[in-house]
């Protein structure tokens, strides 16, 4: 022991609910994010952009109904898992629209610039992807149960994100989308 006497300089008290209170902030930041991420996608991408919002609402369906099936705690760390996730989905429909872009800038029909677009943007978007869920395994394997909660919700958002990109918003444009010499398919507000 060190002959040092402590002095007392602060004290302070941490109620029982400050966790709860941090989650609670941070769903609500979630739901602001959701909000204006669904704004900024209709804005510039219109009607794909509303085909990318709803494949993103139907991520986060999937990734809650995981979580809750598996009885997943709710932490501060698995809602950043969770915000983390949404960035990641917002970032995939990005990349593959913008694929889709080049594709109708070359000359393509609608239908073919939307299959392309899917095809040239996948292995982009799984090589990110892979190479996430590979980091959060080891995070799982490794970490504390804090950063356990952050990589099971990020592994579980990043299979659900990839579903939901490659597979639902690609089926959603299959349905809806039909070659018309009339009108071309816009993907943004500016020029194709």
């Known amino acids: 022991a060190l002959p040092i006497e402590l002095v ?41 952009g509303l085909v990318a919002n709803l494949a993103l609402l139907f991520n986060l369906f999937i990734m809650i109904s995981v979580l809750s099936a598996f ?27 913008e694929r889709i872009k080049e ?17 040239k943007a996948f292995w982009t978007v799984m090589d990110a992807n892979i190479t996430t869920i590979i980091a959060a395994l080891v995070l799982s394997q490794l970490g504390n149960s804090s950063v356990k909660g952050f990589a099971n919700t990020l592994a579980i958002g990043i299979v659900s994100s990839l579903f939901t990109a490659l597979f639902v918003s690609h089926l959603i ?6 070659d018309r010499e009339d009108k071309k398919l816009h993907i943004s507000w500016r020029k194709n």
């Open 8 to 48: 007392v300089s602060s004290q302070q008290a941490v109620g029982a609910t400050l966790g709860e209170d941090a989650v609670n902030a941070g769903l609500k930041a979630i739901a602001l994010g959701l909000l204006l991420v669904i704004i900024l996608m209709f804005a510039y991408y219109h009607v794909s």
């Open 71 to 97: 009885n997943f705690t709710l932490t501060l760390t698995s809602v950043a898992g969770l915000i983390l996730t949404l960035g990641m989905a917002v970032d995939t429909n990005v990349i593959i629209f």
């Open 103 to 119: 594709e109708r800038r070359m000359g393509k029909s609608d239908t073919a610039s939307i299959a392309a677009g899917y095809n």
């Open 173 to 178: 444009f299959d349905a809806t989308v039909v």
